[in-house]
């Protein structure tokens, strides 16, 4: 292993241990498979995410909404308030509040805890009159036991479009799907695995895209250029908040939520200086003197199809991802 890889390895290995560490969720409580909650409670974590989230984006204070995420969305969410604030002390200059509306909430029957659900939302972030720019917000909400506050920890912007039909049973339940479930084309606590080894290795199991085979393409031409060579690593995310939830379709399929880690070595060639932006130097650690390496959390909504489809390829449907750390050498 070069000396490169070797260091990208070490700072990928110290993320994930101390996400081991401090993000496990025990499941435990009742046994008996119920809703996960009711109409009137999701409506209401729905509306206290978004005061929350309006607070904290006004300020650019990640503390004020930081009771109201978890897991990738945490990550994504916290550092880049954090990185903000740093550069605009002062707040928001264009602080626009979100409205999200339209809510459908998707609610399956669980057992224990934690529990979680979809909402597939309106916002006022986008082009209603524009089908090329009308998206939806679908959030998943998660909570670890009956007196732990919901918190949102997946988001992704999907079209009308692309949200599937859910499989529901005859009261309007939803239909989770297991971690280890052999009726689709790849197991949920498989497709962080699976994908971030697509990105490495390229293969037939996630279907082209942007998020897929356009991306690799990209990461491929930004390798080398002049002046400046970027390694990439990624890795699965899993544990904890950041564990893979999916809701059964019509189809037989699945949507799933998922999270990955990614890292992006840049070094300089000798005697050129590196050019970071304001959002790296705010979440620099060490000095950046030939190198930095970027860490991103990733969050993902993807179509599985039922196992034995005519194509069993994973579509990824949405991808948000933000920068949670730096660190210069």
Sequence with gaps: ??????????????????????????????????????????????????????????????????????GPLSAINQSGLKAKQANNPDGNPNHSPLELTDAKFVIPKQAGWPRWFVADTDSNRDRDDDPRRDTRWVLVFTRGGAEQLWEASYLTLLSPDEVPEFKTDADGWAEPVPADDPKLAIRPDRISRGYTDFLDKGGESFAPGSHTTGWRDIRKKNAKR???????????????????????????????????RHFERQTAARGMTLKLDPEVKALLTGEAKTSVTLERVSNQAAQVPAKGASDSAVEVLSRIQGLTGAKGE
Excluded at 226 to 238: E, F, M, N, S, V
């Design 226 to 260: 002049p002046g400046l060579a970027t390694q990439y690593i990624d890795q699965p995310a899993t544990g904890g908040d950041f564990a893979p939830v999916g809701l059964r379709t019509k189809d037989g399929g699945a949507l799933m939520f998922y999270a990955s």
């Design 1 to 70: 292993m070069s000396r490169v890889s070797r260091a990208v390895a070490a700072v990928a290995s110290v993320t994930v241990l101390a996400l081991t560490a401090g993000g496990c969720v025990t499941v435990h409580g009742e046994r008996e498979i119920v809703p996960s909650a009711t109409k009137a409670e999701a409506a209401r974590a729905l509306k206290d995410f978004t005061a929350a989230y309006n607070k904290a984006d006004k300020s650019f204070d990640p503390s004020l909404d930081a009771a109201r995420v978890a």
